[in-house]
């Protein structure tokens, strides 16, 4: 099956610093990446949805000058949460398909902690 | 307003006994709905896809139901087990997004 990875798993960084959160897929094209978060006991909240070589499209609410979304290759998408704050902890899952794929493949997440 | 709901927050039974899940959805035609299992910390799992011209789907375990009349999609594990114990989230596609409901919470007790 498609194979989606994501690095790190999980961070820890003091507040105002910036964090880079990496997602490929391995062994397929990934020409749209989706970046979710989620909290505890919640259910997935798309942030934004990213096309490989096109700025990405976010959701009403998420601020794209602080989650910054590069998707320049096929194989790999990245987000970066700018002067992370403590409210940003949180667990970020992104997920990938091929052009024509009804389905998703999710990462494994990677668990954000601001202190 | 678009909505995707699973009813039970929660879901407790017996290992051995069939569990069933659902998930209601308003202001949405989609032409398919999916079911994913979440693992405590885990990205979720693809599971199961259904169309809108199918009432009903398996595999092994996993049935799964699709009524467009209702709006509402049913998730069956039979024979369940502790290992079948996960959070269960079924979802749907709108505007070239995913869209996933709250989730349902299945706990297998031995």
């Known amino acids: 099956g498609a194979v989606v990875s994501q690095h790190p798993s999980w961070v820890i960084c003091k507040s105002g610093t910036s964090v880079k959160i990496e997602c490929r897929s391995l062994d397929f094209q990934a020409t749209t990446m989706f970046w979710y978060r989620q909290f505890p006991k919640q259910s997935l909240m798309l942030m934004a949805t990213s096309n490989e070589g096109s700025k990405a499209t976010y959701e009403q609410g998420v601020e794209k000058d602080k989650f910054l979304i590069n998707h320049a290759s096929l194989t790999l998408s990245t987000l970066t949460v700018t002067s992370a704050h403590p409210e940003d902890s949180s667990f970020y899952i992104c997920?990938?398909?091929?052009?024509?794929?009804?389905?998703?493949?999710f990462g494994p997440g990677t668990r954000l902690l601001v202190l | 307003s678009q909505k995707i709901e699973q009813n039970s927050e929660a879901l407790n039974i017996q290992e051995g006994k069939t569990a069933t899940l659902t998930c209601n959805y308003t202001?949405?035609?989609?032409?398919?709905l999916q079911w994913y299992r979440q693992d405590p910390g885990r990205g979720p799992v693809f599971l199961l896809l259904i169309r809108e011209n199918e009432k009903e789907k398996r595999k092994e375990r996993l049935k799964v139901t699709f009524d467009t009349t209702l709006k509402q999609s049913l998730f069956h594990i039979t024979a369940s087990q502790p290992a079948d114990s996960a959070t269960y989230l079924c979802a749907l596609e709108s505007a070239s997004k995913i869209i996933f409901g709250s989730g349902t919470r299945l706990s297998i007790r031995p």
């Open positions: 997920s990938a398909r091929d052009r024509g794929w009804e389905t998703q493949y």
């Open positions: 202001n949405y035609s989609p032409a398919y």
